[in-house]
């Protein structure tokens, strides 16, 4: 079974920074594309940013020039590192990850969120 864990949400005001971390733990082989998404109330989840193991990113284009995402292949973990926030970032984060086993199965995971708010 594999577990995500979502950290370093909280409040902030606008224009700070806030990083976020994700750490996957159980049995894993490897993991290909990792992930965060965010959703707001009353709105669907959305993709924020993206990083394949190779370490190619793709960003929303709302994001893009504030966060800056990466990983750490070692430790399983993928960080997000968001810059000059604005009120309308405030969500509850998610991150993914599709982990691999030994056996070649692939699934993608969801961590269980961490609410971000940024103050006027």
């Known amino acids: 079974q594999v577990q995500l864990v979502e950290s370093g949400g909280g409040l902030v005001q606008a224009g700070g920074s806030l990083r976020l971390s994700c750490a996957a733990s159980?049995?894993?082989?490897?993991?290909?594309?990792m992930g965060w998404y965010r959703q707001a109330p009353g709105e669907q989840r959305e993709l924020v940013a993206t990083?394949?193991?190779?370490?190619?990113?793709n960003y929303a284009d709302s994001v893009k020039g504030r966060f800056t995402i990466s990983r750490d292949n070692a430790k399983n973990t993928v960080y997000l590192q968001m810059n000059n926030l604005k009120p309308e970032d405030t969500a509850v984060y998610y991150c993914?990850?599709?982990?691999?086993?030994?056996?070649?199965?692939?699934?993608?995971?969801w961590g269980r969120g961490t609410q971000v708010t940024v103050s006027s």
């Open positions: 993914n990850m599709n982990c691999w086993s030994i056996q070649g199965r692939g699934k993608d995971y």
């Open positions: 990083i394949t193991r190779g370490g190619s990113t």
């Open positions: 159980g049995t894993i082989f490897s993991i290909n594309t």
